[in-house]
Structures are given as structure tokens and as C-alpha cells.
């Protein structure tokens, strides 16, 4: 079947860090790739997706490119900000309109 | 302004007890889903539902069920609570379509079974 994997967390940063969190996949076919951000005491929010090999998605300053070839859809950031600080969870579309998500990365960006 | 609202966001409750937690979204999707989120584990599916009286199961259905009387409610159901199910539960909405479209997620419930 299907499946998500992220990096363990916590990643620890300081404010102005380059941010990198590393996804990759297994799946059947080439499903739509999704990042999720969740803030303290927040449910989940759409940061970014991608539906193709080699688009790239961006939003906020993150980004992530879909590669094919590697199954990655890795997540960057040029200059994290404390307000950076959540859990991040990389997912995949399955058939019929529903996700896997990985096991969720937790970022905390020190001032 | 897209909303998905839960019933509660902590909630305590003892083993043995039944247990519902509602959903509801305003933006007139057809899909609803209920979720778990464990540490180390991410989201797993427990069930979700296409449409009005319509439910399927997700990867972790024992132990749950689910309600969907009208299409803005998704119920979830422990029959019996035990403390395994001591857990984050989110709940999330989205339109149908051809491909996946963003589900927009609650602030989800906090249960504690003792």
C-alpha cells in the first residue's frame, strides 16, 4: 500500500536557518503530493501541494519540487522565523479523495 | 471563511462509557472523515464518509462508529471507551472531485479515557 515517510523531529533552528524536511513515498501511479502545517493547539492547514512530477509548490516562503524519480517531495524553507515553529506532515493523495500522511516533523525555531 | 467546528476540545471520560464526538463544516462538502493523531504515528483514517448515510472504513475502524444524518455532520462514535483510545481526534472536510482536493481540517478533541 501507500505510504509516508518523514524525518523525526524535533528539528531545532535558529531564527534565519535554511530549513529542510525530508519526505518520501511509495505509492502506485503518481498521486498528488500535500505539505500540512498544524500550529500549537490548531487543527491541520493546507501549507503547499504539488499534483505532477516536477511542479513545484509554494507558499509562505516554503516550497517543496515533486520528484519522480527519487519519490521525495522534500520541504525548504530559505529563512525560518519563531513563528515557523509546528508540526509539519507530509501526505499523499490515494484514491478516492483521501490522504496518508507521514508521521508529522516537529520544528521549533529559536529566536 | 472555510469552517470545520468540533464539539469539544478536551474532553474526559471513563473506560466503558460512550463517548460522541461531532463534526460540522459549513462548506457544504461531500466528504468528511474522522482521524486519529498519535505521536510518532501522524494521522491514521478511522472512517469517512462520501455522503448523507454513507460511511466507509478507514485503517482503524475497531472499536468506533460513525453517524452522517445530514450532510453538514459527521459523528464519531466509541462504543464502549477504552484507554487505547486516549488520542487527538480530528475531523476534516472536502469537495469531491476528480482529484484530491485540500481537506480543511477542525482544531480537533482531546480525549482522555480513564
Known amino acids: 500500500g501507500n505510504s509516508v515517510t518523514q524525518m523525526e523531529g524535533p528539528v531545532t533552528l535558529s531564527e534565519e536557518a535554511f530549513l529542510t524536511i525530508n519526505c518520501t513515498y511509495t505509492?502506485?501511479?503518481?498521486?498528488?503530493l500535500f505539505w500540512y502545517v498544524q500550529y500549537p493547539g490548531e487543527g491541520l492547514q493546507l501549507l503547499l501541494k504539488?499534483?505532477?512530477?516536477?511542479d513545484k509548490g509554494s507558499n509562505k516562503g516554503f516550497e517543496a519540487t515533486y520528484r519522480k524519480e527519487t519519490t521525495s517531495f522534500h520541504l525548504e524553507k530559505g529563512s525560518v522565523q519563531v513563528s515557523d515553529s509546528a508540526v509539519y506532515f507530509c501526505?499523499?493523495?490515494?484514491?478516492?479523495?483521501?490522504?496518508?500522511f507521514g508521521g508529522g516533523t516537529r520544528l521549533m525555531v529559536k529566536p | 471563511d472555510v469552517k470545520v467546528t468540533q464539539s469539544s476540545r478536551y474532553l474526559v471520560k471513563r473506560t466503558g462509557e460512550k463517548v460522541f464526538l461531532e463534526c460540522v463544516q459549513d462548506?457544504?462538502?461531500?466528504?468528511m472523515f474522522w482521524y486519529r493523531q498519535d505521536p510518532g504515528l501522524g494521522l491514521r483514517l478511522i472512517y469517512f464518509?462520501?455522503?448523507?448515510?454513507?460511511?466507509e472504513k478507514g485503517d482503524i475502524p475497531e472499536g468506533y462508529s460513525v453517524s452522517r444524518e445530514k450532510k453538514e455532520r459527521f459523528s464519531l462514535i466509541l462504543e464502549s471507551a477504552s484507554t487505547n483510545q486516549t488520542s487527538m481526534y480530528l475531523c476534516?472536510?472536502?469537495?469531491?472531485?476528480?482529484?484530491?482536493?485540500?481537506?480543511?481540517f477542525g482544531p480537533g478533541t482531546r480525549l482522555t479515557v480513564l
Open positions: 504539488a499534483t505532477k512530477a516536477d
Open positions: 476534516a472536510s472536502s469537495s469531491s472531485g476528480v482529484h484530491t482536493d485540500t481537506q480543511y
Open positions: 505509492a502506485t501511479g503518481y498521486p498528488s
Open positions: 462548506m457544504d462538502h461531500e466528504n
Open positions: 501526505a499523499l493523495e490515494n484514491a478516492g479523495n483521501m490522504l496518508t
Open positions: 464518509s462520501y455522503d448523507v448515510k454513507m460511511k
